[in-house]
């Protein structure tokens, strides 16, 4: 029996399940990117700056070889299957139970949050002069959870000349400005005099990427880390709800039904799964942490494909367009601070 079309579209045809020829043609390319993430996470390790941030500057040096016919399969592979593969296994950090426990109140407030920032990136888009297309790709990446829904959403959207760069731009931007978001957020909450428990809840709903919210987080408390953790997981779980509206918006007119991505509904189906506590907890952190590494090896090949005279030469209205919704984020989350 087949699925309807309204629930999920061919995996020929999203792209999750690879040719297995695919990977045995282009080995040189895969050995490439996980070499390059490797290097990056060493980095990362031992000098403390984000391994998304490193994968992306050293692939970028390796940008001569994504032609090549020895490497680019394997790039390919790893830069749209790998990702969305990591992108559903993500619904392992989730749990309902755990987004139930922070209430109504603050489910509101994140919602209304990430549907006003993303909303900002699309206004601000023909300001800056830039496509409609790469503000929802800037609003989406500071409203949700940084690098990981730029990717998630650049999955989504139709292939145009110039998405690859658009989204490593925003993928840099974003990961940078949380990085400082996550040294300068914990100073400014505490001279601003909120408690631990909003200041974790202001952290969880502003920084980008997970990482930085818990590392921003569990410098100041062990319950301000406690409270960002969770308020960060609730704006991770809109990632599929936004990926559908993108793929219902950008679907052909003449579209006949709903072809829903299959890593959305498979990050879907694993919330559900990670919910039920049926699998151990040695068996979730191995899948949370298998996702990091698929991610961290698609970032690295997105860098491989991508040029430096490219991105350098998108300028800095792309640079505002993460910039302002950050501002803008920031402040409407302390302005909805009494409503949770």
């Not at 993303?118 to 601000?124: C, E, N, P």
Request: proline share 4%.
């Amino acid at each position: 029996m087949h699925a309807p079309n309204w629930i999920v579209s061919a995996p020929a045809r999203v792209g999750l399940v690879a040719p297995a020829i695919q990977i045995r043609d282009g080995h040189k390319g895969v050995v490439l990117v996980i070499t390059v993430a490797l290097c990056a996470s060493f980095l990362s390790e031992h000098y403390g700056a984000p391994v998304m941030l490193f994968a992306l500057l050293i692939g970028m040096a390796f940008h001569f070889l994504a032609d090549d016919p020895r490497c680019c399969p394997g790039v390919e592979f790893c830069s749209k299957t790998l990702l969305r593969a990591g992108v559903a296994l993500l619904g392992f950090r989730l749990s309902l139970a755990d987004v139930a426990a922070q209430g109504w109140a603050s489910a509101g407030v994140i919602i209304g949050l990430v549907a006003l920032t993303i909303a900002s990136g699309v206004l601000l888009a023909p300001l800056m002069r830039r496509s409609a297309q790469m503000g929802v790709l800037a609003g989406g990446a500071v409203a949700i959870c940084g690098a990981s829904a730029a990717l998630a959403i650049s999955a989504v959207m139709p292939k145009r000349e110039g998405l690859d760069g658009d989204t490593l731009f925003t993928v840099v931007a974003v990961t940078t400005m949380s990085t400082i978001a996550m040294v300068a957020y914990p100073m400014l909450f505490s001279a601003l005099g909120y408690s631990d428990a909003e200041a974790g809840f202001l952290i969880g709903a502003t920084i980008h990427d997970v990482a930085q919210v818990v590392g921003a987080g569990y410098t100041i408390s062990e319950e301000a880390g406690g409270v960002a953790t969770l308020t960060k997981l609730m704006r991770v779980l809109l990632l599929p709800a936004i990926c559908v509206i993108l793929t219902l918006t950008y679907r052909a007119p003449d579209a006949k039904g709903v072809r829903l991505p299959l890593f959305v509904v498979l990050f879907m189906v694993f919330v559900v799964i990670n919910s039920t506590g049926v699998l151990p907890d040695t068996l979730v952190a191995l899948l949370v942490e298998t996702s990091r590494w698929m991610l961290v090896i698609a970032i690295a090949a997105l860098g491989v494909k991508t040029s430096l005279g490219v991105m350098a030469g998108l300028g800095a209205r792309h640079i505002l367009l993460i910039f302002i919704p950050t501002l803008f984020l920031l402040g409407a989350a302390m302005l909805a601070m009494p409503l949770v």
